[in-house]
């Protein structure tokens, strides 16, 4: 995959792409009979919702890995017609932390419900259904999340067990040409260190490969930093470490001092409209307690 100095590299030809797999995307027959009746249920309900994870990676970059759920990404105002449906067709539903996450098992199997992201930042909303595109996954038509959304999501996920910095610099090498890179940079938003950080961790890690990214995405976010770097500085008591990782800025919040931007995040997302319905639904066969609310992750680990 080299190319000779000073001329513009390649695109990764979709045999390239496949040499970076670790085998064809398989799920063990039961597992896969599972997740066909949560899709073939959600469909008969025409229940609007994108599959997430590992299979969407494997669909936009070839690589595969093993995994224990399925993933699949609601709007909010889905989530409970999603339940109802799943529990008639035998599932038992969970709501799990209220403001992001429910589950529906089946068996020792399950398919996790996701309509928000687990630091608060963001609910799933119409843009991931509207950019997604058609796949097939256990024999069952399904969308699959478009890959700007799962760049963004990615972002926060920087746990001492998880990190996620692999899928995005992946994702930019598979798709990075093809990618709505406005759009990514606006999903973003206030958080655009984060996706500099990662564009920087690619040129490194794919030095030839420089130019998936557009220029003008290089040049807006370089001048951010330059313009945060000369401004003033801002709160000294403020740490956003736990939208990235809970578990490793712990110690900031409860022990030195600082101010957790995460808790009113949750605290403004469980207040919302949306979220109490979910709450208030007569659908759920279980219910996480109050403490187990209180440790919810950014994303389970897939």
């Known amino acids: 995959m080299a190319t000779p100095r000073g001329r513009r590299p390649r695109q990764l ?50 690589i595969y890995r093993k995994t224990k759920d399925l993933d699949l990404f609601f709007e909010p105002e889905a989530v409970v017609p999603a339940a109802r449906a799943l529990r008639e067709a035998g599932f038992v539903t969970r709501l799990e932390d209220s403001h992001w996450l429910a589950k529906a098992t089946f068996g020792e199997h399950f398919v996790d419900l996701i ?6 930042v963001a609910r799933i909303d119409e843009e991931w259904i509207d950019h997604s595109r058609p796949g097939i996954l256990a024999a069952t038509p399904v969308q699959i999340a478009p890959a700007e959304e799962l760049i963004w999501h990615r972002l926060f996920i920087g746990e001492r067990h998880r990190h996620d910095m692999s899928d995005v610099v992946h994702l930019i090498l598979c798709v990075g040409d093809t990618l709505d890179w406005e759009r990514l940079v606006r999903r ?3 958080d655009w260190p984060l996706l500099l950080a990662q564009l920087l961790t690619f040129n490194y890690v794919y030095p030839g490969y420089r130019r998936n990214v557009p220029a003008w995405v290089y040049d807006l976010l370089n001048g951010r930093a330059r313009e ?32 957790d931007p995460r808790a009113d995040l949750v605290r403004e997302a469980r207040a919302l409209p949306e979220i109490r319905a979910i709450v208030a639904a007569d659908v759920w066969d279980e219910r996480a307690d109050s403490r187990s609310e209180q440790h919810e992750d950014v994303l389970p680990e897939h």
């Open 13 to 62: 030809t979709p045999e390239e792409r496949k040499s970076v797999t670790h085998g064809d995307f398989w799920i063990p027959d039961q597992e896969r009979a599972i997740y066909r009746r949560a899709l073939e249920a959600l469909n008969a309900g025409q229940i609007p919702y994108i599959v997430a994870g590992a299979y969407a990676i494997y669909e936009h970059t070839g």
């Open 228 to 259: 945060a770097a000369a401004a003033e500085p801002e709160r000294t008591d403020l740490t956003r470490g736990p939208l990235i990782s809970q578990f490793s800025f712990t110690i900031d919040v409860r022990e030195w001092g600082f101010t």
């Open 115 to 120: 309509y928000g992201m687990g630091n608060g």
């Open 188 to 190: 973003t938003g206030d």
